[in-house]
């Protein structure tokens, strides 16, 4: 879309320039994660303002706004408001004023990025540098609000899984966790509310995992976060079959088309194949016991890949099931007795490095704790297994799950600061803002990152909120290396 950025704003923000008491000089904002809907997910990870900046404040205000004839973005302006409000609704001076000046006299504080946030406490914060331009602040609230909580939600929920898979591989492998970061795989794209959305969910994925079947998101972090793919892991995926290459190969020779997948298609290395199209336990007890000798004389692993049913009982079992039935005792119990391992050093079966699987519908983190928890109890490893996290996981979210919001707290009007805040009596106190100036500060004790709010300007320039944009320009570049870097050392 070629939208112009002036009109990425909620219709009511079009008058607010006129209705800020006469004399308004400076308007002080900030985003903010004011509420968990998630039961023991308290803090966020902060993700996705540079992205925001290079594309919004910078390309698309330089390229649809600043070096577009004057002329041409007034004309196009005043239809579109003259056709939605009135005919000369509004005045547009103002936008006149910001074409002339050339770029966005803003400047941007903010946390760094990849950093876990606790509830309450903003992201960043943002003011006018020019005092006649004091409406620009709050204009951006919509665009800003939009664009940022997805990467922040879903870096959050990435981050969470990577933390229980972390725990369990601590608790079942050992001190060994490099394979975590392959046990979380984004298979989301296709149920994502559109590219952009896919994209920025993926990169916030990938600031905990390496697994990604998002191409894009890898285009998006070289683009946006210095990233570049010749020289780091950025994401990475493996071969693998869909259910069309299994039913082209028909289920009268199901066998012949996995025998052909592993023996002459890729004779080596990892392939994930899709093996629930018709009878997934006779694939299990079946087929893979026929083909035992070929998967462990490959330099490589064979996945299987179960898609349907319940994905605990599938993978750990199903007590309601007949007893000692390959239903009963789940897949990698069954790959186990086929198969075979080693013992971890913490006593835990871990199956022979030529098999493998991986379960990539539906997965939740409720559901990964249960299948990871399930595998420890009958004595498996958790790297005996990676899960897909899907558009289940990463779509089902709104705004408010963490209650991201952007509020002005502070002001000036005729050179007078007003500290100015929201507490509706109406309300729960989720809305309840904070007050004036903010500092964020970490608590010397706990290094939780907390907020002093109704600061003066001295103490607001103190503290982790850094200036990153300034007057049109970026102040600070992070690349995704440091990125991981930083959201590594929360773990």
């Known amino acids: ?25 400076l308007v002080y904002s900030n985003l903010t994660p004011r509420k968990s809907r998630i039961e023991g997910s308290d803090h966020i990870v902060f993700f996705g303002l540079q992205y925001f900046i290079k594309e919004y404040l910078m390309h698309q205000f330089d390229e649809y706004f600043f070096k577009q004839p004057k002329d041409l973005v007034l004309k196009q302006y005043k239809r579109r408001i003259d056709n939605y409000l009135g005919k ?61 909580w997805k990467p922040c939600t879903s870096a959050t929920t990435a981050f969470r899984y990577l933390k229980t898979f972390t725990e369990y591989a601590h608790e079942t492998v050992g001190n060994d966790e490099s394979f975590a970061a392959w ?3 984004d298979f989301s794209f296709r149920g994502m509310s559109g590219i952009e959305d896919a994209v920025m969910s993926a990169a916030g994925h990938l600031l905990s995992f390496s697994g990604t079947d998002t191409i894009p998101a890898i285009d998006f972090l070289e683009q946006y976060y210095n990233a570049d793919c010749e020289k780091e892991l950025i994401g990475g995926s493996v071969s693998a079959t869909e259910h069309s290459v299994m039913c082209m ?37 079946e087929f893979l016991p026929k083909l035992k000798e070929k998967i462990l004389q ?52 871990l199956l022979d490095s030529h098999i493998g699987l991986i379960y990539g519908d539906s997965i939740t983190p409720a559901r990964q704790t249960a299948i990871l928890e399930g595998l420890k109890q009958k004595g498996f490893a958790s790297y005996n297994v990676v899960l897909g996290i899907g558009s289940y996981t990463y779509e089902y979210v709104t705004r408010d799950t963490y209650g991201f919001a952007m509020k002005a707290t502070y002001g000036e009007v005729n050179g007078i600061g007003r500290d100015i805040f929201k507490d509706p009596k109406t309300d729960d106190g989720t809305k309840k803002s904070a007050k004036g100036l903010m500092a964020v500060h970490r608590n010397s004790t706990t290094g939780a990152l907390e907020l002093k709010d109704q600061c003066t ?20 570049d992070l690349s995704l290396e440091e990125i991981r870097a930083t959201l590594k050392g929360e773990i």
């Open 298 to 349: 490959r330099n490589g692993k064979v996945v299987i890949r179960p898609d349907s049913g319940d994905p605990v009982k599938i993978i750990v079992g199903d007590p309601a099931a007949t007893e000692g039935s390959p239903a009963y005792k789940g897949a990698i119990e069954c790959l186990w007795e086929t198969f075979g391992g080693t013992i971890t050093p913490q006593g835990y079966k």
């Open 457 to 476: 300007w001295a103490e607001e320039a103190e503290g982790e909120l850094k200036t990153v944009f300034k007057d049109g320009q970026l102040v600070v």
């Open 183 to 185: 046990q979380g795989h």
């Open 88 to 148: 000369d609704s509004i005045t547009i001076d103002h936008i006149a004023d910001l074409h002339d000046l050339g770029y966005l006299p803003l400047e941007i504080k903010a946390l760094t990025e990849g950093s876990l946030v606790p509830m309450r406490v903003p992201v960043l914060t943002i003011k006018n540098t020019l005092p006649e331009f004091f409406w620009l602040t709050n204009m951006l609230e919509t665009v800003m609000s939009a664009i940022l």
């Open 249 to 285: 190969g028909t289920q009268d020779n199901e066998i012949g088309t996995f025998d052909r997948l592993i023996s002459e298609v890729y004779p080596q290395g990892i392939v994930s194949i899709v093996s629930d199209t018709w009878d997934f336990w006779q694939v299990i007890t």
């Open 1 to 25: 879309m070629k939208i112009s950025p002036i009109l990425l704003k909620d219709g009511y923000k079009v008058g607010h320039k006129f209705q800020y008491p006469e004399g308004t000089t």
